[in-house]
């Protein structure tokens, strides 16, 4: 795997929070690759001993490269990952060869604390294994 020419676009979306579960979020990026048949885009995180300070999360926009000929002509790649991310995480930074894009989380938020449990979920209950906690007033 290697990395892609440059990234142009990142989103990044907050999904629903389960209490008792790590947050999680889902990134999308899109850029560009020098040739043609680059396959299994991804994006690799990068592991941290300290995390860093401004929140941001750094992912590596990777795919393989062919084997084989290809053609010499920069063509549009994409990829689209969702995974569990620790707690101090803000938002992230998509790295390329050349460039690198960033993005805050947007999208869902955490519930609030006054909110009734389950209030605006279908019915019946979708996970019979898990059921959200009432909140007393």
Do not use: C
């Amino acid at each position: 795997m290697s990395r892609v020419y440059s990234v142009d676009e990142v989103h990044v979306e907050g999904l629903m929070i389960i209490p008792d579960n790590p947050p999680a979020i889902s990134v999308s990026a899109r850029g560009w690759v020098p040739t043609s048949g680059w396959s299994h885009p991804d994006l690799a995180p990068w592991m941290y001993i300290v995390p860093p300070t401004d929140g941001i999360l750094d992912l590596d926009f990777v795919a393989s490269p062919p084997t084989g000929l290809a053609l010499q002509v920069f063509t549009r790649i994409g990829v689209t990952k969702a995974f569990p991310v620790p707690a101090w995480v803000v938002g992230v930074r998509v790295h390329s060869s050349t460039n690198s894009v960033e993005d805050k989380i947007g999208g869902a938020a955490a519930p609030s604390k006054e909110a009734i449990a389950g209030e605006g979920m279908p019915l019946p209950w979708p996970f019979p294994w898990w059921a959200p906690k009432s909140v007393r007033r």
